[in-house]
């Protein structure tokens, strides 16, 4: 073996690092399993990290998430590796796992760094920041985002000058342009997939106009306008900086739709944008929300209360398809749609638009696996070939399934669903021992 490969070994490996691979892990560890989490970005959290509150309660989701995920990054049987990959799982002859996996350089010794954020501040380069959904610049030597786990700086290498400003403003002297890829072999016995979803990006659909009408925003941007982490103190549109007052939200854009390739419901985008459409009432008392929508899915625990909980707060709901948005002179988007209750085409003028964009398999995990095939359901996501018994088995024995890596799902249900890998794996555990 290449002496450069490092080794180790662990329980469990938990691909993904976000609310479900999370609550996994908690689980394994809490019953005295020893867990890898490996998670390709460079914070654990997930989407829900970066959530503003969450239906029907309106609880902020930051406040539940950051208490969840200093648990697991402080337990003491969770090993996390951020940044990292997996690039191949074999099963060996005595049925335990090998996964090979690389470590990439964030060129910060992340033992030293403290997030003063002073190498931001010296940095010359911006950048759009990923995690504000492209709303704002970032810097090529950046903190992820206020509350990432672990809160230390990263050096975006590819839009990096190498100029050594950030170096030079580093009180601990923590920058290191030598890291290398690190390699590692790891044994495990089980593997749960947790890699959950991919937003639907709406420039496939281009008569919304998304990517060339700013006010175009999807709901993900709307998200963080509206979070404890914001980049702006209020809601402004992007296209001139404007308190927008006349919004509209375009439910199921790109779902249900085979015309882009996903038929299927994202089942929480008619919940988060009433969510929202809530939100900004709150945000902006003066502002007239409508929501053009083809059926309203609320089918969950409150949902319904919370539906008419939105209709009384004076939300628009009209049952409308969008044929085309339009930009006038003012920068305002004009819909055309078909009033599906009366049967004629109108046209009504918002100045900003939010495109309520599905959710879309992530099929990452379906090429890691060597020599036993990890089966896709019809419309990529984990196969679960026991979906009414045990909803986290996959077709490979050992390998679990959580969350959105299985389909469309709320954070309840992603809990519920890691409860129940987190189970199933201990019990696997429990038999091969
Ligand atoms: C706009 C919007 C608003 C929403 N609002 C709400 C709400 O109010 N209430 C609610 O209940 N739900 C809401 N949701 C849904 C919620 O975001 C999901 O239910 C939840 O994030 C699912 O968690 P997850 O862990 O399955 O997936 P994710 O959050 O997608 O986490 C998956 C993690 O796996 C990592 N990963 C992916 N591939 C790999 C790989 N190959 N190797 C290593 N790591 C990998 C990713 O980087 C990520 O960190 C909303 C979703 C959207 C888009
Ligand atoms: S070396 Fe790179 S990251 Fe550091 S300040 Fe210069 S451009 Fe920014
Ligand atoms: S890398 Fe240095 S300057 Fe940047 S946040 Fe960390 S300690 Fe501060």
Do not use: W
Not at 111 to 135: F, H, I, K, N, R
Not at 142 to 160: G, H, K, L, Q, T
Not at 280 to 299: C, E, K, Q
């Amino acid at each position: 073996m290449n002496e450069n490969i490092k080794t180790a070994s662990y329980d469990a490996l938990v691909i993904g690092g976000g609310i479900a691979g999370g609550e996994t892990a908690l689980n394994l560890a809490n019953n005295g399993f020893k867990v890898l989490l490996v998670e390709k970005d460079l914070s654990i959290g997930g989407k829900m990290i970066l959530l503003s509150k969450v239906f029907p309660s309106l609880d902020c989701a930051a406040c539940i998430t950051t208490p969840k995920v200093s648990e697991i990054s402080r337990h003491p049987l969770i090993t996390i590796f951020t940044a990292s990959e997996i690039v191949r799982i074999i099963r060996g002859p005595n049925g335990a796992f090998k996964a090979n996996l690389v470590k990439k350089p964030r060129f910060v010794i992340v033992e030293d760094c403290t997030g003063c954020q002073l190498c931001e501040e010296a940095c010359p380069v911006s950048v759009p920041d990923q995690y504000q959904m492209g709303l704002v610049g970032r810097k090529a030597a950046y903190i992820p985002f206020s509350i990432a786990s672990p809160r230390v700086a990263a050096i975006d290498i590819e839009n990096c000058t190498l100029c050594g400003a950030c170096e030079r403003a580093c009180p601990t002297k923590c920058i290191d342009f030598t890291q290398e890829p690190v390699e590692y072999a790891i044994d495990i016995k089980t593997v749960i997939i947790a890699t959950g979803f991919n937003l639907f990006d709406p420039i496939k659909i281009p008569r919304y106009g998304y990517g060339r009408f700013k006010n175009v925003v999807t709901s993900m941007q709307m998200e963080r306008l509206l979070a404890p982490t914001r980049p702006f103190p209020t809601i402004l549109r992007p296209g001139d900086g404007k308190m927008p007052d006349k919004l509209a939200y375009v439910l199921c854009t790109g779902s249900r739709d085979a015309s882009v390739g996903n038929p299927i419901c994202s089942q929480i985008c008619c919940m988060y944008s009433i969510k929202q459409a809530q939100l900004l009432m709150g945000a902006l008392p003066m502002a007239d929300v409508t929501i053009y929508y083809i059926n309203i899915r609320s089918f969950g625990k409150g949902f319904e209360e919370f539906y008419e909980q939105a209709k009384g707060m004076g939300i628009n709901f009209i049952k409308g398809k969008i044929g085309e948005i339009s930009e006038n002179p003012k920068g305002n988007l004009v819909l055309r749609y078909e009033d599906i209750n009366e049967g004629i085409v109108k046209e009504s003028e918002h100045d900003m638009v939010v495109l309520s964009v599905g959710i879309l398999p992530n099929q990452e995990a379906s090429g890691l696996f060597q020599k036993k095939e990890l089966t896709l359901d019809l419309y990529k996501f984990v196969d679960q070939p026991d979906i009414l018994v045990s909803p986290s088995l996959t077709s490979i024995e050992g390998v679990f399934v959580a969350g959105t890596a299985a389909g469309p799902m709320d954070i309840p249900d992603s809990i519920l669903s890691a409860g129940a890998a987190s189970s199933e794996a201990i019990g696997y555990l429990n038999r091969i021992q």
